[in-house]
């Protein structure tokens, strides 16, 4: 099945002995110069990009606290070392938190620090060479920037920073990845990650309706581009088509229906998803960002709502006020933005949607906590609702869930091993080894409670789990959106009664 | 004055002045480094408050550390706390008259120097034994723990085993203070406390010794979680901003 060794899942999670290279030649493809240059990158590697990366550097410490003290303050005390979820899938050390964070730091000592200046030997500074960049290249798309070992950290060192700086650097060298840089081109240019332009958008709305009817009976909308709504739906462009992502977008549309709000999706703001933030670019991550305030306005809606998409719902939760704020001429009595969640529970509270909870009877549930929704943004009004929120969904329309192991849930997430613009087929080695300490949780539920399902709100770990699940003796279709079990479960008050035509095809499920 | 009293009192004001106007320069360094995004780790306080609460716990308890690694917590701990008693002992000889406390804390002081080295051998032991932290420990790391026991020892030694003069040791101190030096004893023992204690004293503000500043600097746990309620625009983000518009 895969030309290399896929880890095994043991009776209990260990901290293996490292061994050096295992991942070295894991790298991905370079984006070519029609990649880089619409989003203000050189085309190729400069002739002085050492001059120019050394420069980069400095200027990013100057821009980003973060940055500065992260690189400042290592006491090198091990806490992190045996915290990623990709060090512990392919026991290189380099994808120990530290040790990757020290591929930059290394540089910056020799470079921006007395001691690494004069006595490089001594505290592990190093010149800038182009292995040194190789290995950049390498180890810094080892990361998905889900920033679990900044939970540990004592200094709160997020990893992430480092290496959103690192891959600013080298696109601002001309060595961009193609996998991100690729698909914020398309999203300029398109309107979304995929490259799905407008009429096709529209087709397939259409034929979402028209699957959602002959289902339910009920002539649930899945409009675009309509005026004067309520609410715009902003969500990852997976949902449009793909399994099981557009089953969520499906639940969205049912939910909207039940509770009487009127909402449209964009076709210029077609994506939720911003891999400017993966990228570590401020001014592309901004540029993405403004489709969406630019789209709101537009369409004259009250409120903005993100679908489920894990680091979309931190850009957007963290950041858009920041990037494409103020929000003033939206309805203040609403959060900007609000998550599909968020509404959908404050929905259930004031007892607007009904469920049969028995249209999930099929399935055991374990929810896996995305580590951007976990440890980068939040939901409701107090920190941990990005915990509770999406499991109080769950238990409204299924009976029967069960929590993975404490360690590796909530802010101890393990990431799906495919996040941070690693979801390339050309990185699949490295994505089967990153989802192992998950998979490993992931058996631990299986064979105590009998789970069957494993439930995500983020296009990529769907995308991601979809893929890894086999490799691991797991069904792909075993993982699950959200908001699926919404859509099977909710009881749609103009439904036709049982005895109506319908009644044949009414368990499919 | 003799030569040795001579050489160490340039020594502690050299090591004074680069220890406070280093760690300055750091401070309004992190200070003035504009944080552009909103990345507290989460769940984190919604409130500033909150916020002093949580770098409170992470000062005093390591709260994240604890999270991590029981025995990297256990060595951390001691050797950060009893070094905290040792220090505060060691104010009795800057202050005439002593402060009550100071004088009151004193045994505990003394044996909170046990801690202190038990913490500090812990760690380092780690460097050894653990293959993850040996890999990426540098021979400064090897260092700074050396220097560390280096002082530790000394100390303990001139406590518990061979006392030095320590009337003059003060006369020496509160000479410095008062800019009009007085003689230093020369025994080995305490000669090599000093001088390891100036060597700390220079590296701090350009070593990993940083980490004290830098985690009262640090964004994922400094920050309010209040993104949506209140808009956040670091300075060159603004300009930024206005540039596109004009």
């Excluded at chain 1, 802010?411 to 989802?435: F, H, I, N, P, Q």
């Amino acid at each position: 099945m895969a030309d290399f060794e896929v880890p095994v899942l043991r009776e209990y999670p260990i901290i293996p002995k490292l061994k050096e290279g295992t991942m070295a030649h894991s790298s991905p493809y370079v984006a070519k110069a029609v990649m880089q240059e619409p989003l203000g990158f050189p085309g190729e590697l400069l002739d002085n990009w050492k001059e120019v990366a050394i420069e980069k550097m400095g200027e990013l410490c100057g821009k980003y606290r973060s940055l500065q003290v992260y690189l400042d303050s290592c006491v090198k005390c091990g806490a992190c070392t045996d915290k990623c979820h990709y060090y512990l899938g392919t026991t290189d050390p380099k994808n120990m938190p530290v040790a990757r964070q020290d591929l930059l730091r290394k540089v910056y000592r020799r470079y921006f620090t007395f001691a690494g200046k004069y006595f490089p030997k001594l505290v592990g500074a190093a010149d800038l060479t182009e292995e040194v960049l190789d290995d950049w290249y390498s180890y810094f798309h080892q990361c998905s920037q889900c920033r679990r070992c900044s939970v540990f950290c004592p200094y709160g060192i997020d990893t992430a920073e480092i290496s959103m700086a690192a891959r600013e650097i080298m696109d601002a060298v001309g060595k961009g990845q193609k996998y991100c840089n690729e698909i914020i081109g398309k999203v300029f240019k398109i309107g979304n990650n995929l490259g799905l332009p407008e009429p096709a958008l529209r087709d397939t709305l259409e034929g979402i309706e028209e699957d959602v009817e002959d289902d339910t009976g009920v002539k649930v909308r899945y409009p675009l581009d309509e005026k004067g709504a309520e609410v715009l739906l902003v969500t990852p462009s997976a949902d449009f088509f793909a399994e099981p992502h557009v089953d969520g977008l499906i639940g969205y549309g049912k939910v909207f229906h039940e509770a009487g709000i009127s909402w449209t999706l964009s076709s210029k703001a077609s994506e939720a998803a911003n891999f400017g933030m993966f990228i570590g670019s401020y001014e592309n991550m901004r540029r993405v960002s403004m489709r969406i305030r630019e789209a709101a306005l537009e369409l004259g809606v009250k409120r903005i709502v993100f679908g489920e998409c894990g680091h979309a719902w931190r850009v957007a939760y963290s950041f858009l006020n920041t990037l494409a704020g103020p929000f003033d001429f939206l309805d203040p009595r609403y959060p900007v933005p609000q998550h599909i969640c968020e509404l959908t529970n404050g929905l259930i509270k004031e007892g607007k949607l009904k469920f049969d909870k028995s249209l999930n009877d099929d399935m055991k549930l374990t929810f896996h906590d995305s580590c951007n929704v976990a440890r980068a943004s939040r939901m409701g009004d107090k920190p941990g609702g990005q915990f509770v929120i999406p499991r109080e969904i769950i238990k409204a329309c299924c009976n029967h869930f069960y929590d993975m192991p404490a360690d590796t849930i909530h802010e101890s997430t393990y990431c799906c091993g495919g996040g941070g613009g690693l979801l390339t087929d050309d990185l699949m080695e490295l994505r089967v080894k990153g989802a192992m300490p998950r998979m490993q949780a992931l058996k631990t539920v299986v064979e105590e409670h009998g789970v069957t399902n494993l439930v995500a709100i983020c296009a990529i770990c769907k995308s991601q789990f979809a893929k890894t699940l086999p490799y691991y003796g797991f069904d792909m279709n075993s993982i699950v959106s959200l908001h699926q079990l919404v859509s099977n479960a909710i009881i749609l008050s103009d439904a036709p009664k049982d005895d109506d035509e319908n009644d044949d095809d009414g368990d499919d499920a | 004055m003799s030569l040795v009293t001579g050489l160490y009192v340039v020594l502690f004001y050299a090591a004074t002045v680069l220890l406070v106007v280093g760690l300055a320069f750091r401070i309004k360094k992190y200070a003035s480094t504009p944080a552009p995004l909103k990345i507290p780790t989460t769940p984190a306080p919604t409130t500033q408050s909150g916020v002093v609460l949580r770098l409170f716990r992470e000062v005093v308890f390591f709260e994240s550390l604890f999270k991590s690694n029981k025995w990297i917590w256990l060595f951390g701990y001691l050797f950060h706390f009893g070094m905290l008693l040792v220090l505060l002992r060691h104010l009795r000889y800057f202050t005439d008259p002593v402060w009550t406390w100071v004088a009151l804390m004193q045994p505990f002081g003394k044996y909170a120097s046990f801690a202190m080295l038990a913490g500090l051998l812990g760690l380092w032991a780690r460097r050894f034994l653990v293959d993850r932290v040996r890999y990426i420990s540098a021979p400064s790391d090897h260092l700074m723990l050396a220097l560390l026991v280096g002082i530790a020892i000394t100390g303990m030694g001139m406590t518990f085993v061979a006392h030095t003069d320590i009337v003059m040791v003060k006369g020496f101190f509160l000479g410095l203070m008062r800019f009009s030096p007085q003689p230093l004893p020369t025994d080995p023992l305490l000669l090599a406390h000093l001088g390891m204690v100036v060597a700390l004293m220079i590296v701090f503000p350009i070593s990993k010794l940083l980490h004290a500043p830098g985690v009262f600097f640090s964004p994922s746990r400094n920050q309010v979680d209040n993104p949506r309620e209140k808009r956040h625009l670091a300075p060159w983000a603004a300009r930024l901003e206005s540039g596109e518009q004009r």
